[in-house]
């Protein structure tokens, strides 16, 4: 808790694969408290990656309520929250989850995507087999959307549940269901491939799309009629933590997965290497996610053996093990490539040395985004700022800015629930 005496708040929730975090801003913008809890792991199954709807619910009601107990009594003027982009679910006309959702990585709805192949043009942020459009069109095939009334994103569905009514999603979140951020609308071709009804109003990040209403409130232990604000992706709530904004800065997040942004005056699209544009005002964010990431780390090392083997590194000599830490087989970006093998071999029989090479590994991966992005028409990095945990691992942002090339400066936050929290204050520069 910051010892900085606020007159209003502003709230942020970052909804993630393996927790919850949640953030208090100042009406300066300046952080003041934050809080977390923990997801229980999804289920996955070869390509399939699943996750139920209502723990998120139930961590992020656990998260905001021990944050709530603790603010002082100043008003809230305003609560926004990100989550993974492509995570779909189901939900009847009441809100009620029609099964578990499809998370980021599911990659099961091949067939789909070649059909979105055959009708999306080149431009369209709904290609690939992890897209959102994908795994709608994969339920829709398997006939789920019968009882179905929204197909809503992560953020959509638990903006709903603060809102006590569903079917609003943002602009960023809606990009990989097939909506045009340029002309922003949804497009004809989308209309073609899935009914209608089902997609929701889409509005721009930051936006009011109502009040925290009385059961909610009661929940989260927050004064009801708070303004909710349309929230956003969760690379794109990392971008907006850091205070980054001039064309050129980029920012990489270090979470559960590893995503690139970089500030440009034009949109990119490039869906053959994973590259897409998130709109944000008038500035366009060009960019794309891998599946490696702190999740690819977690499978070999508890937090606790990260923070013990850290002192043991050695960014100045390199271990030459050339991995390429995917948890499986499929990457998204800097290709696209669903068949895409890990390469987390030979394993050194020092822990250490095993550690420095998936590092270098996923900061390798971040090396050739930037490239790919840069190859496509984005700005080259003039300088790099970090999000998520892995930007508090000293030795691997040393090994990081080698590769680069390029300053690696602080961010105002490294987390992406302050982002949420400047988006929920409307501080989007």
């Not at 982009?85 to 091949?110: H, I, K, V």
């Not at 909710?228 to 907006?240: I, K, N």
């Amino acid at each position: 808790m910051s010892g900085i005496e606020p007159s209003a708040l502003f709230l942020g929730a970052d909804v993630g694969t393996s927790g919850v975090r949640v953030c208090a801003l100042t009406e300066t913008g300046a952080p003041f408290a934050q809080e977390e809890a923990t997801l229980p792991a999804g289920y996955r199954s070869g390509s399939g990656h699943e996750q139920d709807p209502e723990s998120w619910w139930e961590a992020l009601v656990a998260a905001i309520s021990k944050l709530a107990a603790a603010l002082p009594e100043v008003p809230v003027r305003g609560l926004a929250l990100d989550s993974t982009s492509g995570t779909l679910l189901l939900a009847d006309a009441r809100g009620a989850p029609l099964g578990p959702a499809l998370m980021y990585d599911d990659r099961r709805s091949r067939g789909e995507a070649e059909r979105i192949a055959r009708n999306a043009p080149a431009d369209s942020g709904a290609h690939g087999a992890s897209s959102s459009l994908a795994k709608l069109l994969y339920r829709a095939g398997r006939g789920e959307t019968a009882q179905a009334a929204h197909a809503l994103h992560a953020a959509d569905w638990l903006t709903g549940c603060l809102l006590g009514r569903y079917g609003v999603s943002d602009e960023n979140n809606a990009l990989k269901l097939g909506y045009d951020p340029v002309r922003r609308t949804w497009p004809d071709w989308v209309h073609g491939l899935v009914d209608s009804g089902l997609l929701p109003e889409v509005v721009p990040p930051g936006a009011r799309v109502g009040e925290l209403s009385a059961d909610a409130a009661r929940r989260l232990g927050l004064p009801g009629g708070i303004p909710v604000m349309a929230g956003t992706t969760d690379s794109v709530a990392g971008f907006l933590a850091t205070g980054a904004g001039g064309p050129g800065e980029a920012v990489t997040s270090l979470g559960s997965t590893l995503a690139l942004k970089v500030v440009g005056e034009h949109p990119v699209f490039a869906p053959e290497y994973g590259v897409y544009s998130h709109r944000l005002g008038e500035r366009w964010l060009p960019g794309g996610a891998s599946n490696s990431g702190g999740a690819v780390l977690r499978r070999f090392f508890s937090d606790a053996e990260l923070t013990e083997l850290t002192p043991y590194l050695h960014p100045e000599r390199p271990t030459g093990l050339d991995y390429l830490p995917l948890p499986g087989p499929g990457e998204r970006f800097p290709d696209n490539d669903p068949d895409l093998e890990p390469r987390l071999e030979p394993r050194p029989a020092e822990r250490a040395e095993l550690l420095q090479g998936l590092l270098e590994g996923i900061a390798a991966i971040e090396a050739r985004g930037y490239r790919r992005l840069a190859e496509l028409g984005a700005p080259n990095p003039d300088s790099v700022r970090t999000v998520g945990g892995g930007a508090r691992n000293p030795a691997w942002t040393r090994i990081r800015g080698d590769l680069l090339g390029v300053p690696m400066l602080g961010a105002g936050d490294a987390e992406a629930a302050c982002g949420t929290a400047r988006l929920a204050a409307g501080r989007l520069e």
